[in-house]
């Protein structure tokens, strides 16, 4: 919390205050020096964005994680316990239940509860849904199309992965590296790691800070 709070210190985007300031200002309004709807509108306004931020806060996180299963199950459950050590509430395909909702839909479902999404790139493309896409290019595709902040941690040499862990037909190697391009050249973050210690380290690195959204 003390880096959190020390952030509302740093100059804010587009001119704005950071809340800090806007705080300090607000217990001056309070001492006079201006009229008096003017002390209540401003005192008020800071104090209430005060309480979002302080919400925001003991706010537990819900982070959607998105990859193939079998060859990245090492590397998913690193991902799991980060985001717990971050007081994080990671999701994913192991905690789906049966439903009689379509698979797509479900993980929908469960997008649409999530706060953020990380999608985690090795070697293989991934299973297919009906119409041919892969269901993990189809979650990465949903949450950027619905503003979900997304985080990619991408293995950096595909090639160097034990053969089982490649795509075994060159119609799901094509999509893969369509896919992974696709990743690369997006505006979102992306970092690059060459083993589970890597791939930790980018995680705990990218913390997800409440704080970002009131500089």
């Known amino acids: 919390m003390g880096n959190s709070l020390s952030r ?4 804010a985007p587009s001119g704005r205050e950071p809340l800090a300031l806007r705080l300090r200002k607000a217990s001056l309004l309070e001492g006079g020096g201006c009229e008096r709807s003017e ?6 306004s800071v ?3 005060m309480r979002g931020f302080m919400q925001d806060l003991k706010k537990k996180y819900q982070v959607f994680i998105s990859s193939t299963y079998e060859d990245l199950k090492d590397e998913r459950a ?12 990671p999701v994913g395909m192991e905690q789906f239940p049966s439903s009689n909702m ?21 070697g293989r493309y991934g299973s297919l849904d009906d119409d041919g896409v892969g269901y993990t ?23 160097k992965l034990p053969f089982d862990k ?24 992306v ?3 060459s083993g589970i210690s890597d791939l930790k380290a980018n995680v705990a690195t990218c913390r997800i800070n409440p704080a970002d959204r009131y500089l």
């Open 47 to 49: 104090k209430e964005e």
């Open 137 to 159: 290019e189809k979650e990465y595709d949903y949450a950027i199309q619905n503003g979900i902040p997304v985080m990619a941690f991408v293995f950096d040499h595909p090639e």
């Open 166 to 189: 490649h795509d075994r037909t060159d119609t799901t190697r094509e999509k893969f590296n369509e896919f992974r391009d696709k990743v690369l050249k997006s505006k979102k973050l």
């Open 78 to 89: 690193a991902v799991t316990q980060c985001l717990l050590d971050n007081n994080c509430i």
């Open 39 to 44: 002390q209540t509108e401003g005192v008020c």
């Open 102 to 122: 379509s698979q797509m839909d479900y993980i929908k479902k469960m997008l649409d509860d999530c706060d953020y999404y990380i999608l985690i790139v090795g």
């Open 8 to 11: 509302l210190t740093a100059t």
């Open 191 to 193: 970092k690059f790691h």
